[in-house]
């Protein structure tokens, strides 16, 4: 039973810590307050490829293609969050990168550069 408990209660907790829309809203209030000012995009690490995974392989960080769509997945304290389905790669790497500065701040691997009004903007309609 104790196992049980504590089971459910870790699912809940990780579910809690990959909410991203507080985190938002506080990253919202932080570039308000001009506590951050750039968002730099980071370079994909290479991995070897093969012919099995090209077709999957994307350019961009948490992005790979699902049969005719693309996907964007999230790893965070190695727990992986899938974010979503999108009908193209651009799409899906935008999605990775507002969760992945939600969660992981300043420190965030990004695909794309960004202004703080540009991220703003990702925000609010986000929130919306």
């Not at 730099?40 to 948490?62: C, F, Q, W």
């Not at 790497?93 to 701040?105: E, N, W």
């Amino acid at each position: 039973m104790k196992d049980e408990k504590s089971a459910s209660t870790k699912s809940k907790n990780l579910s809690q810590k990959l909410d991203i829309k507080q985190k938002l809203i506080s990253l919202r209030w932080r570039i308000l307050n001009q506590y951050v000012s750039v968002f730099v995009s980071s370079k994909k690490k290479a991995k070897s490829v093969t012919k099995k995974n090209l077709k999957r392989r994307s350019k961009y960080i948490g992005v790979s293609k699902n049969n005719a769509n693309w996907q964007a997945l999230i790893n965070v304290n190695q727990i992986k969050k899938y974010i979503g389905t999108f009908t193209n790669e651009i799409q899906a790497a935008r999605a990775y990168d507002l969760y992945s500065v939600a969660m992981k701040g300043e420190e965030a691997s990004l695909n794309f550069d960004y202004t703080p009004s540009d991220m703003l903007e990702r925000i609010q309609y986000f929130l919306e």
